[in-house]
């Protein structure tokens, strides 16, 4: 069973910097892609990024582009995603997830595990 835990949310003031990890239990991390999501209350999910196995090729949301950067650690079972620059439009639940297969796509319907979701709350 996969399971994979977000850490590194809070509370930070617009302009500010914070990094989200993503820990994934089991031996096939590599094997797939991985994405970043967030909610905020009243909205659907939306896509953030999305990183390759290798981590050789990713994909942003327009809305973050040049903001975050989304990597990876395979040795360590580890995704992440560098937030620079937030906005309070930027508060949400962010959930990390595994893609079912190698793909970047920016539907949900595509992963198939995702985190419990940690919340970032930007002040303006």
């Known amino acids: 069973q996969v399971q994979l835990v977000e850490s590194g949310g809070g509370l930070v003031q617009a302009g500010g910097s914070l990094r989200l990890s993503c820990a994934a239990s089991?031996?096939?991390?590599?094997?797939?892609?991985m994405g970043w999501f967030r909610q905020a209350p009243g909205k659907e999910r939306e896509f953030v990024a999305a990183?390759?196995?290798?981590?050789?090729?990713?994909n942003y949301a327009d809305s973050v582009k040049g903001r975050f950067t989304i990597s990876r650690d395979n040795a360590k079972n580890t995704v992440y995603l560098q937030m620079r620059s937030l906005k309070p439009e930027d508060t949400a639940v962010y959930y990390c997830?595994?893609?079912?297969?190698?793909?970047?796509?920016?539907?949900?319907?595509?992963?198939?595990?995702w985190g419990q979701g940690t919340q970032v709350t930007v002040s303006s």
């Open positions: 997830a595994r893609h079912w297969s190698t793909g970047l796509g920016a539907t949900p319907h595509e992963y198939s595990y």
């Open positions: 990183i390759s196995w290798s981590g050789g090729t990713t």
């Open positions: 089991g031996r096939t991390f590599s094997n797939y892609a």
